[in-house]
């Protein structure tokens, strides 16, 4: 069953990230597919992995109030509980940062890039079912970087020297390609630039195509200006949608 294959080849990729440190400004390292697994899982079994779908929107890796959260891709807490019906019990990071505890459910910051990712699925599609039907949702790479700064700045993957990251990416890029093969995934959507790299490297050679939407960040000015406006014509104009 595809739901096998996949959560398979993410134990794979959890064990093969586990014994990795990293250099600063990656001071804190987060890995929600350890410490919020069963909510994950959940995620996959349900709506991920549960048969062939045509399209992956693929992200970058999870957000300090979004997966690192709830264990869900882009998990505002919200969107997870409510429109997924996916609310579980979730651990703690072995070393967190004092601004940027994890609190599972009970957290009350809002996620912004996955308020507007999910705000638009539910905008176009009404239910969390009728999206899943033939999308799925997927972060590249499963861990969260914070610098050990007052409020715990993202560090982003592109800030780690390309020798520290390069067995990540082996890892991250095996997981993604067997679950493009697992779900008989046809496009592939970044959002944002660097998913979308990472997406054509993993994935070079399989019978793919490749998109991509602004990223929704607010460090982003695009998305700032209307991001659920903008990726849909970008979408419609790469022919991912009609």
């Known amino acids: 069953m595809p739901a096998d294959a996949v959560i398979k080849a993410t134990h794979v990729l959890r064990k093969a990230l586990a014994g990795l440190s990293f250099p600063s400004p990656a001071d804190y390292v987060y890995r929600p ?3 919020a697994w069963e909510a994950h899982e959940a995620y996959l079994r349900r709506y991920a992995a549960a048969g062939p779908r045509k399209i992956l929107f693929l992200g970058m ?3 300090p ?4 959260q709830t264990g869900v891709p882009f998990g505002e807490i919200a969107a997870v509980r409510d429109w997924m019906g996916i609310e579980l019990p979730v651990g703690r990071p072995d070393v967190e940062h004092p601004g940027k505890k994890v609190t599972g459910f009970a957290c009350h910051r809002s996620e912004v890039s996955g308020r507007r990712l999910w705000g638009l699925c539910q905008e176009r599609f009404g239910t969390a079912d009728k999206f899943f039907a033939n999308h799925v949702v997927h972060n590249y790479c499963p861990l969260l970087f914070l610098e050990n700064t ?3 700045r ?13 067995p990540v990416n082996r890892a991250c890029d095996q997981l993604l390609r067997s679950m493009v093969e697992a779900l008989q995934i046809k496009s592939v959507v ?10 054509q490297e993993a994935l070079a050679g399989l019978a793919v195509k490749f998109a991509k939407v602004p990223h929704p960040s607010p460090a982003n000015p695009v998305a700032n200006r209307g991001w659920s406006a ?10 991912v949608w009609s």
């Open 33 to 35: 597919l350890d410490y």
């Open 61 to 63: 890796n999870p957000g």
């Open 65 to 68: 109030f979004g997966m690192a």
């Open 150 to 152: 007052q409020l715990g």
């Open 154 to 166: 993202n560090v982003i993957p592109e800030e780690l020297p390309n020798e520290i990251m390069a």
């Open 190 to 199: 970044g959002v944002g630039g660097y998913a979308e790299t990472r997406a």
């Open 230 to 239: 903008a990726a849909t014509k970008a979408l419609v104009e790469q022919g």
